[in-house]
């Protein structure tokens, strides 16, 4: 496709997802300053040259009046972004309620709530219902804004029936999504009472994605076993129809965060934390403050190591940067207090007058002090419970080129499918196990460490998250076209 002066015309790419890739903070009236967030996903899209993105999401925050909203949806177009504006009832029951008390912790195995198994099915059914207005409100701005030839890639548990709500619009539509998290087997989705719902709804698109290959199967299962679908290698099919089924497994922009390490404030910060550290070993996790990262887990293998190891003792230290997430559901509330419980126990053990053995922050780091601790770091442990990918650990990798420290993984974690090789595999709910893995990762030989590293460096900076997008949008477009030719054939 080419426009009048000879230029290729680029395919408009709507992506969706539940929050923008800008923070809103208003200052005023109609004043509202915003700031780009750099998630993963942000960094892919970025990247891709081949399409104009644009986004379309929740900004995180309530507008009630008219005047705020029409600033900040100016605000936003800017940046490419269109405002889906939910209003605190619909927060509550949509997001609180059943994507992060309900979708979330069943999809990484932690089951639905026990309070909605017995009594409380109208709060279950009242967040189900929410939770279908809201994607319908989603599906309502696509649809101002889609046209023809336009690709829509919506992502995440929280936008489940948006396929079908678009598709309800128009059957012509290309509908992608691509789930985040993992997708559990069949036996734990069919535990939900919408479980046929979603699925037909997620059935809907045209392509449909996962991070890993055992995710899509599970999802493929859950098909035929619930809605007696034939599944085949290419997908599920419905009287002909084929929903394409496949694994696209994530990356990073590993780029960003080489080049980071030469900016001279990362040098500095890098500097005052080897001054600050000198004589002992640093380990680091850097998680949100979830239940699914089994941070009182991995806490609790560092005190088993430091009981069984006195000679290391006043020679190793772990930071644990847990960033606060979801504060308004109270399993998430209920995990900040165990979790500093936890830590003030092992440092009252294990601390001196001059040192303690955990330095455990509740917030996040800037791109840069972030980047600058992932470098000095000589063991980083990522003990997820469960995780869909888990980009920390890619990261740490692309930041360890002098050091070639050691990345603990979760075997639960998808990032185990790619860096496994490289990485010191765990269970994270045996702490025996991984107490045993820190001291095999404080003892390895700079040979091993190398040998290791080389492989986790060589594939966090091949398959990147500009890759993964390029590929996936892609194999949509060829999707819709091979459906096509099948029809007319
Ligand atoms: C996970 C989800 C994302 C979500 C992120 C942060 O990675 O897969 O969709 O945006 O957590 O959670 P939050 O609830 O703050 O958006």
């Not at 991070?211 to 098909?223: I, L």
């Not at 998430?332 to 936890?342: A, F, G, N, P, R």
Request: charge should be negative; aromatic fraction near 10%; include cysteine.
């Amino acid at each position: 496709w080419e426009q009048p002066d000879g230029k290729p015309i680029r395919q408009r790419l709507l992506v969706v997802a539940n929050r923008l890739p800008v923070s809103a903070v208003r200052r005023g009236e109609e004043s509202w300053s915003l700031e780009i967030s750099g998630g993963g996903l942000v960094s892919a899209l970025l990247g891709v040259k081949e399409f104009e993105a644009r986004w379309i999401g929740w900004a995180g925050v309530n507008v009630p009046d008219e005047a705020g909203q029409r600033a900040l949806t100016k605000a936003l177009a800017e940046k490419r972004c269109i405002p889906v504006f939910l209003d605190e009832e619909i927060v509550h029951q949509y997001y609180n309620g059943y994507c992060n008390n309900i979708l979330w912790p069943l999809f990484h195995y932690l089951g639905l709530p026990q309070e909605d198994r017995l009594a409380t099915t109208r709060s279950f059914q009242s967040q189900f219902a929410a939770y279908k207005r809201a994607n319908q409100m989603f599906a309502d701005v696509v649809n101002e804004i889609y046209e023809e030839g336009d690709v829509v890639w919506c992502h995440d548990y929280h936008l489940m029936f948006l396929p079908r709500c678009l598709k309800d619009y128009n059957s012509q539509m290309k509908v992608g999504w691509f789930l985040h998290t993992p997708f559990p087997s069949s036996e734990i989705h069919r535990t939900l009472p919408s479980r046929s719902e979603l699925l037909g709804a997620v059935l809907a698109a045209d392509l449909v994605g996962f991070h890993t290959y055992d995710y899509a199967r599970h999802f493929v299962s859950a098909c035929t076993r619930i809605l007696g679908l034939e599944g085949t290698p290419e997908g599920v099919e419905d009287q002909g129809r084929l929903t394409r089924v496949a694994a696209f497994p994530i990356g990073i922009d590993s780029e960003r965060f080489i080049r980071a390490l030469e900016v001279h404030e990362v040098q500095e910060h890098i500097k005052d934390l080897k001054e600050r550290f000198a004589g002992r070993k640093v380990m680091l996790g850097v998680d949100r403050l979830d239940m699914i990262k089994g941070i009182p887990q991995k806490i609790l293998a560092f005190e088993k190591f430091l009981e069984e190891n006195p000679y290391w003792r006043d020679k190793v230290v772990l930071l644990q940067i847990a960033v606060p997430t979801r504060t308004d559901v109270p399993e998430y509330q209920k995990l900040t207090s165990q979790v500093h419980e936890i830590v003030g126990r092992i440092n009252g053990r294990f601390g001196t007058l001059t040192a303690v053995p955990i330095h455990h922050l509740d917030r996040s780091l800037d791109f840069h002090a972030l980047c600058a601790l992932y470098a000095v770091t000589d063991v980083a442990l990522v003990t997820s419970l469960r995780d869909g990918m888990n980009l920390v650990s890619y990261e740490f990798v692309a930041c360890q080129e002098l050091k070639k420290g050691v990345l603990i993984l979760s075997e639960f974690a998808g990032a185990a499918q790619s860096l496994g090789a490289g990485a010191i595999l765990v269970n994270p709910w045996n702490i025996t196990e991984v107490a045993a893995s820190i001291g095999q990762a404080l003892n390895m030989s700079a040979e091993e460490r190398e040998k290791r590293h080389r492989h986790n460096f060589l594939h966090v900076t091949t398959h990147t998250a500009q890759e993964w997008a390029e590929t996936f949008v892609s194999e949509l477009n060829d999707t819709v076209i091979e459906a096509q030719q099948r029809i007319r054939k």
